[in-house]
């Protein structure tokens, strides 16, 4: 992924995780909210005519009042589907619509679609429910991370990856290990030899195919889990078998009971302690570094407006936003052509501005109001800073947010801004 490509999509998860956001917290009185998950591969047409079918089968409904917003919301997706033309853009395409509870007994429809998620849809799902399906979604979102995994004990073993939140096992062995029963005839001293070959024939096997999978990907690797039970996984770390820059990489090791596939979702979950760690490390060392700067260099820049300065003129390296920043900017341009902005919380009204150069009036109505993020995101994408949202789930992270004004950056060179 080239380094604009990167600006684009962490632009867009931060779109996506805003409309997912508001997705979230809508309800419908009944199972009336509808969600539509199209894969690249999946032909419109296809789509409109599944879309016709749930269409009519939605007359059976027996609540009027339900039947009618599920065969809205359909027709409100039918018209969407008619902006794309024979196949859904890349990546594939989501809809939802229905008609959520707007309170005092008022319902809202809403509609919303969106497209090119930052992973590909695999398979075709129609969703109908008193929520909105939004966790496929919010999976491809979860924080980037790429991790190799390996679970085996002395019969099988399974190797896969973990991107994201998302489980993909990929290859698959099972060995020819005998039990510990011997044959009636054999010696045990050649039976012993027999078996411990076999072991180490497997364990060599199932490096190959780890080292198959991960040695090509070691630069993106964030590390390698390595599961099953004891002693199995420790003579296999411990005999060197795996490419010795895979063994490096080796974050832990976790007792799983099962092999097979399933058990690369238990090792997952067993690991959920170290991954979360993990995920935070990158936010971890970037707030290190800003309160380094802070205190005893000149490469730090905080609060919304020398953030803001910083980026206009290219200085900011890393642009460090609270993931729980919730701020829009409202810009007011007076009479005179001055610009000025102005901070404000997302639920309050845009007030009227007095310009501070020659207190002129802007109305309320003048002032140009978008979401913060966006709009910093949007300098940062023009001048190639790439932005990392800092999580508020370690102390540094919360003081981000708490002290900083949610808005930090990390300079090239000192500004004295
Ligand atoms: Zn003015």
């Known amino acids: 992924m080239s380094e604009s490509e990167q600006e684009q999509s962490d632009k867009q998860k931060y779109e996506f995780k805003k409309v997912i956001e508001d997705l979230k917290d809508y309800e419908g009185s009944g199972t009336q909210l509808v969600s539509i998950y199209v894969p690249e591969d999946k032909q419109i047409s296809d789509v409109v005519a599944h879309v016709t079918q749930e269409h009519s089968e939605a007359s059976n409904i027996k609540s009027k009042q339900t039947r009618t917003n599920v065969q809205d919301a359909l027709t409100s997706i ?6 794309f033309d024979t196949y859904p853009p890349d990546n594939g395409l989501v809809l939802f619509s229905g008609a959520v509870d707007a309170g005092g007994g008022q319902t809202d429809m809403i509609t919303e679609v969106l497209e090119s998620p930052p992973q590909s849809i695999e398979s075709f799902r129609y969703h109908c429910d008193s929520h909105f399906l939004t966790e496929p979604l919010e999976e491809m979102l979860a924080d980037k991370g790429l991790f190799g995994l390996i679970v085996l004990d002395r019969r099988e073993a399974n190797v896969g990856w973990l991107r994201g939140k998302r489980v993909e096992p990929v290859k698959s062995a099972s060995s020819l290990v005998p039990g510990k029963q011997r044959k009636g005839g054999q010696s045990a001293q050649r039976f012993a030899r027999l078996r411990l070959e076999a072991i180490d024939n497997f364990y060599q096997e199932v490096a190959g195919m780890a080292n198959d999978l991960f040695v090509a990907e070691r630069h993106e690797l964030d590390g390698i889990l390595v599961g099953g039970p004891s002693p199995t996984k420790d003579e296999f770390l411990d005999g060197d078998y795996l490419h010795h820059e895979l063994q490096d990489t080796v974050i832990g090791k976790f007792d799983v009971a099962y092999t097979d596939e399933s058990g690369l ?39 919304f407006e020398p953030t803001r300065e910083n980026l206009m003129m290219g200085a900011v390296d890393r642009l460090l936003i609270s993931e729980d920043l919730r701020q829009d900017v409202v810009t007011y341009t007076c009479e005179n052509g001055h610009d000025e902005r102005e901070l404000l919380d997302q639920r309050e009204d845009t007030p009227e501005h007095t310009c501070d150069r020659c207190g002129d009036t802007v109305s309320a109505e003048a002032g140009e109001r978008e979401d913060a993020i966006d709009h910093l995101m949007e300098i940062a994408d023009q001048r190639g800073t790439e932005t990392l949202f800092i999580s508020t789930d370690f102390e540094k992270g919360d003081q981000l947010l708490s002290a900083f004004g949610g808005v930090a950056g990390l300079l090239r060179y000192s500004t004295g801004v």
Request: hydrophobic fraction near 35%.
């Open 78 to 83: 039918k018209d969407r589907l008619r902006y």
């Open 265 to 303: 979702y238990d090792l997952v979950d067993a690991a959920s302690d170290v991954l979360a760690e993990h995920e935070m490390l990158e936010d971890k060392r970037a707030m290190e570094e800003f309160f380094e700067q802070l205190h005893d260099g000149e490469k730090a820049t905080y609060g």
